[in-house]
Structures are given as structure tokens and as C-alpha cells.
């Protein structure tokens, strides 16, 4: 419980870090008067850094869907492999594998490369406009929310003493 006490504090300063960034973006940078806080499609919506044009519900609607579904992928297929990548072959201490060497090798590199490859199709559309950043989003966090689920339900749980204590306290 000490360590969830901890990480509950360490929150609420990143929280407060990121009012203040949102606060000075906000009033020092006129961060809301661009093209960025746009929803929908437009005549002029382009895909940052290319020529796709974004200009009807369909095409919108269809992007915004595939933007869901790519983070929630992208969340989901990460957070079960990079545990085992980081726990199993990564981790220094951990002198055994119970894969072939050069197996292990390119699916591990596969998996890095597959990571970079998909950037290339979802920063541009994170960074065009903010409907398009919160698509992206909320794919990851309901994948998040399924896989810490998932991974939570697993464990077993060891009652102790903090058990009375609000953790956020």
C-alpha cells in the first residue's frame, strides 16, 4: 500500500505540472485560437504532413473509427507482449530464455519495428486536429483499462493493515 500512497502523490504533482503547462499554453500562448480545436471535417483538413484531405463525414467518420480501433490495438497487443519483452529478455538479471536465440531476436526487433512503422500513421493524425487526438485516446484508454483490468483480476489479493485508509490520504 506504501508504494500506491507514493505513486497516488507522485499523480497528483504530475497533475498539477500539467495544469500549469495547460494554464501557460493556455493564456500565454493563445493555444485555443488555431485550426487544431476544430471538430469535423472542413475543406481545408488536411492529414498533417500530407495531401489527404478530410472532407466529408464518411471519410471523417471512417478515420475517426480506424483511429479508435488502431490505438486500442496498439494498446492492447503492447502492454501483453512489452511485460514479457522487458520481464524475460530485457531484464539483465533474468540469465535463461526458453526461446531460440535468433527467434527471439527478430520477434523482439519485429515487434520495435511494427511500433515505429505504426507512428508513421498516427502522430501526423494526433497532432492535425484535437477530435482526431481524442479518437486516438480513447482507444488507448479503454485497451488500458481492459488489460490493467484483466491484469488485476489475475492477482490475488493480501489484506493488510492500510487496507482501512483511503489510499489517496
Do not use: H
Not at 68 to 76: G, H, M, Q, T
Amino acid at each position: 500500500m506504501a508504494n500506491l500512497k507514493l505513486y497516488t502523490y507522485y499523480i497528483i504533482v504530475y497533475s498539477l505540472w500539467m495544469g500549469i503547462v495547460s494554464l501557460v499554453s493556455i493564456y500565454l500562448f493563445d493555444f485555443f485560437n488555431t485550426n487544431y480545436f476544430r471538430f469535423g471535417p472542413s475543406p481545408d483538413l488536411y492529414l498533417l504532413g500530407t495531401n489527404v484531405l478530410i472532407d466529408t463525414w464518411t471519410k471523417y467518420s471512417f478515420y475517426s473509427v480506424y483511429l479508435c480501433l488502431d490505438s486500442f490495438i496498439v494498446v492492447f497487443i503492447g502492454e501483453t507482449i512489452l511485460p514479457w519483452i522487458n520481464a524475460s529478455i530485457l531484464n539483465q538479471d533474468n540469465k535463461i530464455i526458453t526461446n531460440n536465440k535468433i527467434n527471439t531476436f527478430i520477434f523482439v526487433n519485429a515487434m520495435y519495428i511494427l511500433m515505429v512503422f505504426r507512428a508513421l500513421f498516427s502522430i501526423g493524425a494526433m497532432l492535425t486536429q484535437i477530435d482526431f487526438f481524442i479518437y486516438t485516446n480513447v482507444g488507448r484508454l479503454v485497451a488500458g483499462s481492459l488489460t490493467s483490468g484483466i491484469a488485476i483480476y489475475k492477482k490475488e489479493y493480501e489484506k493488510n493493515e492500510d487496507d482501512q485508509e483511503m489510499f489517496w490520504v
